[in-house]
């Protein structure tokens, strides 16, 4: 596992960003990503050199009890590609059994994705759920539905954003006087 993550990162090394046939700011997925608009650089890694090893629940993905990791491989083959290390780009294109590892680990993400949405959904309801007899007093306190005192100081500063100024009216002249300014 170690010998494949030294393979990958020399790799990345080799291609990121020098190695690319178009460089930044020619090239527009690389603006893109490093402009922060949309995209990481492992997406880019993805796209430009391999994808790597590809895991599922933090390990390699299991044998089966046939002793392969996919029906297209011999049993206990010992070659990374066998265990899930993808060395195909999306660029050129990817090999079936290659797509198939990548497609396990998309849908381990999606799957974590889905729970972790619904969990915090529910968790948002019961915190808004207790939080609805909470009334701001005049003396800026807070207090629950009893009397009883949860906050001092609405906020811990007393600020009430939606009547806060931000832009100050001595901002103005700068500002027009900066209108012509070219982007």
Known sequence: MTVLMELSCAC??????VGL???FPDNNLQLMVQSGAKGSTVNTMQISCLLG???LEGRRPPLMPSG???PCF???????GAGGFVSGRFL????????FFHCMAGREGLVDTAVKTSRSGYLQRCIIKHLEGLVVQYDLTVRDSDGSVIQFLYGEDGLDIP???FLQPRQ???IEDNYEVPQ
Do not use: A, N
Not at 12 to 17: E, F, R
Not at 92 to 99: A, D, L, S, V, W
């Open 12 to 17: 990345l090394q080799v291609c990121m960003p």
């Open 21 to 23: 046939h178009t460089r």
């Open 68 to 70: 392969k990791f996919l």
């Open 74 to 80: 011999q049993p206990y083959d010992p070659s990374p």
């Open 53 to 55: 090893q590809i895991e």
């Open 92 to 99: 050129t294109g990817i090999k079936p059994q290659e797509f």
């Open 172 to 174: 103005f002249p700068f």
């Open 163 to 165: 009547k806060t100024q």
